[in-house]
């Protein structure tokens, strides 16, 4: 039974491109949270996804998007890129039910640099 | 919206010493609480959850949390920790919609 799995697992970029980071859930989950997780700090939510839908967001700009697509697996889109957008970023799958949050189950992470 | 607070970011402490790692959180509403933990060089992995029922639940590897309503806490103990519990330390909460909240963390050294 896989875990949850990310890639790339690390990543460089310079300022001003574009990034898309990838997650396939656990087995079995439908749902997926990114976050990011700067050095020294604890993750910090990004969104949340269910039903290919982004459910709830934290206090990230509009340049942070994301998708999830019918097998529950999901990217997150990182447009103009700052140098104070590194950190690792992570995401955790979960199982929706009855509308209730479950333990959430956390991949290995991307670092990615921004230069 | 809801925070969480963590004590100490830092702890060091001899093998077989007694641990307490401190959580506050603010949220009015109705809230599930985590402990997570991250050993070095791997990713974070649930210690133990709080969702109804006994305050004080056990987790993995010996660890016990207690979930005091009236203080808004959710302590981590473990009463004789080993030098393979170095590690960090999350204290999570999440509402109703699942938006978890971290903490920044604690890192514990245990030392031989």
């Known amino acids: 039974d896989a875990g949850v799995t990310q890639s790339p697992t690390h990543l460089i970029k310079t300022r001003g491109q574009q990034v898309t980071l990838r997650c396939s859930p656990k087995s079995g989950h439908d749902t997926v949270s990114w976050y990011q997780q700067a050095l020294g700090q604890g993750p910090q939510f990004i969104f949340q996804?269910?039903?290919?839908?982004?459910?709830q967001r934290g206090n990230f700009p509009d340049r942070f998007s994301g998708h999830q697509f019918p097998n529950y697996s999901s990217e997150l889109n990182v447009n103009a890129l700052l140098l104070g957008d590194s950190a690792l970023y992570l995401c955790?799958?979960?199982?929706?039910?009855?509308?209730?949050?479950?333990?959430?189950?956390f991949g290995p992470g991307t670092r990615l640099t921004v230069l | 919206a809801q925070s969480v607070s963590q004590h100490n970011h830092h702890v060091i402490l001899s093998e077989a010493a007694s641990l307490e790692l401190g959580c506050n959180y603010s949220?009015?509403?109705?809230?599930?609480l985590f402990w997570y933990v991250q050993y070095p060089g791997q990713h974070l992995q649930l210690l133990l959850k709080y969702f109804s029922g006994d305050p004080l639940v056990k987790g993995i590897k010996g660890f016990e949390a207690e979930f005091i309503k009236s203080k808004f806490s959710f302590n981590l103990r473990k009463p004789s920790v080993q030098w393979s519990d170095t590690a960090e330390y999350f204290c999570?909460?999440?509402?109703?919609?699942?938006?978890?909240?971290f903490g920044a963390g604690t890192q514990v050294v245990v030392t031989p």
């Open positions: 955790a799958s979960s199982l929706e039910t009855s509308g209730s949050p479950d333990t959430q189950y």
């Open positions: 996804y269910y039903e290919e839908e982004e459910r």
């Open positions: 949220y009015g509403g109705t809230v599930n």
């Open positions: 999570a909460v999440t509402d109703s919609w699942g938006k978890f909240q």
